[in-house]
């Protein structure tokens, strides 16, 4: 008797890809996997992940490149977006900080 297919990448409901039942973002993965790291390596760096999951992942990356890409597209104009969110209105604990820095650089 056959099982269903074992599901490697899932949509969270803040339309993250998640990595089967964990909550390692594909993004992370691919990243390790593009800086020439092994499936083993990156089981290790994510515990939470079997190396089945790692492998699963990465084939379901590769034969889905173009929504991959898409993916990543909108989730770095996310970021940026933050990133330009918090350097516009930072935050107490950042100012404080910055001041710091700047009292010991003078």
Do not use: C
């Not at 074992?6 to 390692?24: F, M, P, T, W």
């Not at 089945?52 to 977006?81: F, K, P, T």
């Amino acid at each position: 008797m056959m099982q269903p297919p074992k599901i490697y990448v899932h949509l969270d409901e803040h339309q993250v890809l998640r990595v089967a039942n964990s909550g390692v973002m594909l993004d992370s993965l691919l990243a390790s996997f593009q800086q020439g790291y092994s499936a083993e390596a990156m089981q290790q760096q994510y515990p939470a992940l079997t190396l089945e999951d790692v492998y699963g992942a990465i084939a379901w990356s590769l034969a889905n490149a173009e929504e991959v890409a898409q993916y990543l597209n909108r989730q770095a104009a996310m970021w940026e977006q933050e990133r330009a969110k918090a350097e516009a209105h930072p935050s107490p604990v950042l100012q404080r900080l910055r001041a710091l820095r700047e009292r010991r650089a003078t």
